[in-house]
């Protein structure tokens, strides 16, 4: 395997990078603010609709979509696993750069549902719209009043009923339903509760503003609302769609699922690197510039060590990752079950360690918004609950460690 950048991936490396750095940077803080003391922060500022004109005038748009459909329909080169590892990092660096490139969760996780299990009348009502930037959607899968780290707990329902689905329950973390623009959500119920255990399940697209759908409320995270975006509980109180709203057919919710998290998770890492990054590099500045006691905070208390073995987790998480990538580039899903859950236990937990020792440089400075590190711890230790929490996925590598360990049952060949 070799992770040397393609010619591709390296031009549009430093073309993001261009845009970050003379588009997006200085504009971060000021619409990051206004949100803050905006009356109504579930709005779209002008600032970020004209940014995202001008990433698509750029033909810097839809990066995360496969080649094969990128090139098929017209948008753009389209780039493997692999290739798109590092873009992602790089958009990770700054928390409102996914969205300027029509690049941001849950937006590309519902993507690829429907580029790959979505029947082209799905694809020309939603996913053109969602490529093109007109429309945003949420992903409703986590139920507040049962253990959603076991997916088969769902009791939430999505029962077809002739040429109806009716679909019944309450979902919460529900990301991106506060969105203005959210035009739709996937949702995740229970359609057979007689069928074999992961095949009871189905995913419906269900229109917002649909009759019995509510929003109840707006979740904060740590007290972050993660406007305009944010996490939202949902009610589905009979609420009915046409039976064609069921992605792939009854049943086939797990088999979705697997297929979306697999290139979720490699997206999320690597913005988690970025992010890392970018803190660790404030964290240098903040010790070098800073006296304490005498000395710079860089030599004091073991703030050398700290910093050094931090550039060590990173690079280690980099490259973790993109092996992970490559293996589900050359084998799918199922050829990269283990490593998707190992980057996803770790990639996590190091970016969270990280930002919280460079919050401790800052001192108190680093827990309040005159910088990013409070948002960005936020972030970071979410997402080791979201796309499942560390336990399943440390659960889901010991498992085939303790099956490799056991060797081939009997009949089977090595």
């Known amino acids: 395997m070799d992770f040397t950048p393609s010619r591709l991936t ?33 709005t779209v500022l002008p600032e970020i609709d004209d940014l995202k004109q001008k990433a698509q005038r750029a033909g810097l748009w839809n990066i995360f979509l496969p080649p094969e459909f990128a090139r098929a ?45 979505g029947s082209r009348a799905q694809q020309e009502q939603w996913l053109r ?17 049962v253990a959603s780290s076991d997916a088969t707990n769902m009791t939430a329902t ?22 203005p623009r959210c035009a739709f959500v996937i949702f995740m119920g229970l359609t057979d509760p007689d069928a074999e255990r992961h095949s009871r399940h189905s995913m419906v697209i269900v229109p917002v503003g649909t009759p019995g759908m509510r929003v109840e409320r707006m979740l904060s995270v740590f007290g972050y609302h993660d406007a305009p975006y944010g996490h939202g509980e949902v009610s ?10 069921v992605i792939a057919g009854p049943g086939r919710g797990f088999e979705i699922a ?10 999320h890492c690597m913005r988690l690197i970025g992010l890392a990054e970018r803190a660790l590099e404030e964290g240098v500045s ?7 006691f005498g000395k710079p905070l860089i030599n004091l208390g073991g703030n050398r060590e700290r910093i050094a073995r931090a550039r060590i987790a990173i690079n280690q998480a980099r490259l973790h990752v993109l092996h992970t990538a ?10 990269a079950i283990s490593e998707l859950s190992q980057i996803k236990a770790a990639v996590p937990q190091m970016a969270q360690d990280i930002i919280d020792m460079v919050i401790q440089l800052h001192g108190a400075a680093g827990l309040t918004n005159d910088h990013a590190l409070a948002g960005a711890y936020a972030a970071a230790r979410s997402l080791r609950l979201a796309d499942g929490p560390d336990e399943v996925h440390l659960g889901v590598v010991s498992r085939i460690e303790v099956a490799k360990a056991r060797g081939p049952k009997k009949g089977q060949q090595q």
């Open 258 to 267: 697997q297929g979306r998290l697999g290139p979720g998770r490699i997206h």
């Open 129 to 145: 719209p969602l490529l093109d930037g007109s429309i945003r959607s949420a992903f409703c899968m986590t139920e507040p009043e």
């Open 236 to 245: 589905f109180d009979d609420v009915r769609v046409p039976a064609a709203n």
């Open 158 to 179: 999505a029962k077809v009923e002739g040429d109806e689905v009716v679909i019944t329950g309450r979902k919460w973390f529900s990301t991106g339903i506060g969105h």
């Open 73 to 117: 329909n017209g948008y753009g080169p389209g780039f493997s696993n692999t290739e798109y590892a590092p873009l992602a990092e790089l958009m990770g660096r700054h928390l409102m750069a996914p969205e300027i490139f029509n690049c941001n969760a849950p937006d590309t996780g519902n993507a690829e549902v429907l580029v790959h299990y």
């Open 286 to 292: 903040r010790a070098s510039s800073r006296t304490a």
């Open 326 to 335: 490559w293996l589900l580039d050359t084998n799918g899903p199922l050829g």
């Open 10 to 42: 390296a031009e549009y490396h430093s073309r993001i990078a261009d845009f970050i750095t003379h588009e997006i940077a200085p504009l971060e803080r000021r619409c990051f603010e206004r949100l803050q003391v905006s009356e109504d922060p579930w």
